[in-house]
T-cell receptor
């Protein structure tokens, strides 16, 4: 079946512009995560959605970052007034159920470049 | 709060040699532990996981890891490296009662002939 789909795969934007990154999780997966992967920094947790519960936003680096998940499916990560330090690969992952031991399924990411 | 430390951002081994990638974690509750692998230009995929029970877990491609509570470690090993093992490896921890998965900074494994 289809995996986690992210769009666009690449995005180049000018400093100060807003960007929206999209994630389509695997159908039926109730948990959805956003991570940021910067060169040499590993995966930085951003935000986590689980069903209808309030999202865990503890990883968002500033109030320029926000995310929503509509209808328990598609998620959009929005970065306002982009800065050069926002350049990174943004990864989305989903998993079934609420159990911590179920594996995450990752998309291929969106590579964001802020010029 | 949980955290993960991966010792060595780059590891280089010869083909056929032992692979040892180190991971230490910090968790206030019994952890669930994972290793993920990212091949060049691909997404992350699960190698293996520890939740409860047997402390030595086996994963795909001949990799295994041992959970050592006394050392708060979950090192990844493979007896004999293949060229195809060249990739970046990430250790991750989650709170057994909570679902946020925290990743380490990653270790890039190079395998040379």
């Amino acid at each position: 079946g289809a995996g986690v789909s992210q769009s666009p795969s690449n995005k180049v934007t000018e400093k100060g512009k807003d960007v929206e990154l999209r994630c389509d999780p695997i159908s039926g997966h109730t948990a959805l995560y956003w991570y940021r992967q910067s060169l040499g920094q590993g995966l930085e947790f951003l935000i986590y959605f689980q069903g209808n519960s309030a999202p865990d936003k503890s990883g968002l680096p500033s109030d320029r970052f926000s995310a929503e998940r509509t209808g328990g499916s598609v998620s959009t990560l929005t970065i306002q007034r982009t800065q050069q330090e926002d350049s990174a690969v943004y990864l989305c992952a989903s998993r079934s159920g609420g159990g911590s031991d179920s594996p995450l399924h990752f998309g291929n990411g969106t590579r964001l470049t802020v010029t | 709060a949980q955290s993960v430390t991966q010792l060595g951002s780059h590891v280089s081994v010869s083909e056929g040699a032992l692979v040892l990638l180190r991971c230490n974690y910090s968790s206030s509750v019994p952890p669930y532990l994972f290793w993920y692998v990212q091949y060049p230009n691909q997404g992350l995929q699960l190698l293996l996981k520890y939740t409860t029970g047997a402390t030595l877990v086996k994963g795909i491609n001949g990799f295994e890891a041992e959970f050592k509570k006394s050392e708060t470690s979950f090192h990844l090993t493979k007896p004999s490296a293949h060229m195809s093992d060249a990739a970046e490896y990430f250790c991750a921890v989650s709170d057994g009662g909570y679902n946020k998965l925290i990743f380490g900074a990653g270790t890039r494994l190079a395998v040379h002939p």
